[in-house]
């Protein structure tokens, strides 16, 4: 069964920065391309970033590039999202997911985590 | 970027009646690379259709997808209690975009 167990959320001031985690299991993780999508209170679903299985190939959305940094490891089967200059409308739970195929465009989301909050106030 | 409108925002029916939720984009999607996800409070998304008429593994039969080009349409066949929930479609072509959602309640 697969399991995706996000970490590291929580409140950061305005201008901080976060670094979240997602620890995969139950499949063989440097297989698959995974992604981070974000859903603020009450709000719809948006996505932030995904990157291919062997980490070489990242994208952003434009609303985080250059202050967000998705990366992974293999070897410890973890996805994470370095998060800096975090601003409040960065406050959402933020999802691990995982992606059907090893490469991210047209790989459509086939599991997601249960998500981490991160809340960005002073 | 694809801008995908859903319609309506909200859908009130009672257990056994007809939903049809509709995603329309604002320019043609890809190979049909159109996915609805269903999320309920407190839950994580989880994936119904891709290729905008495939069931995903464990989905019932009830939930069909269809659509081509900018107008998708998911429906649920049968209400059953567990499907009242919120609805997204989601295109999977550079750069990702998501509806924002029919919440589909009991009425």
């Known amino acids: 069964e697969v399991q995706l167990l996000e970490s590291g959320g929580g409140l950061v001031q305005p201008g901080g920065s976060l670094r979240l985690s997602c620890a995969a299991s139950g499949f063989t993780f440097s297989s698959y391309a995974m992604s981070w999508v974000r859903q603020a209170p009450g709000k719809g679903l948006e996505w932030v970033s995904g990157?291919?299985?062997?980490?070489?190939?990242?994208y952003y959305a434009d609303s985080v590039k250059g202050r967000f940094t998705i990366s992974r490891d293999n070897s410890r089967n973890t996805l994470y999202m370095q998060m800096n200059s975090l601003t409040a409308g960065d406050t959402a739970v933020y999802y691990c997911a995982k992606n059907v195929y090893d490469y991210v465009w047209g790989s459509y989301l086939v599991s997601w985590g249960q998500g981490t909050l991160a809340t960005v106030s002073s | 970027e694809i801008v995908l409108t859903q319609s309506p925002g909200t859908l009130s029916l009672s257990p056994g009646e007809r939903a049809t939720l509709s995603c329309r984009a604002s320019?043609?999607?890809?190979?049909?690379?159109l996915a609805w996800y269903q999320q309920k409070p407190g839950q994580a998304p989880r994936l119904l259709i891709y290729g905008a008429s495939s069931r995903a593994t464990g989905i019932p039969d009830r939930f069909s997808g269809s659509g081509s080009g900018t107008d998708f349409t998911l429906i649920i066949s049968r209400l059953e209690p567990e499907d009242f929930a919120v609805y997204y479609c989601h295109q999977y072509s550079p750069p990702w975009t998501f509806g924002q959602g029919t919440k589909v309640e009991i009425k």
């Open positions: 990157i291919s299985a062997n980490g070489a190939s990242t």
């Open positions: 320019q043609s999607v890809s190979s049909s690379y």
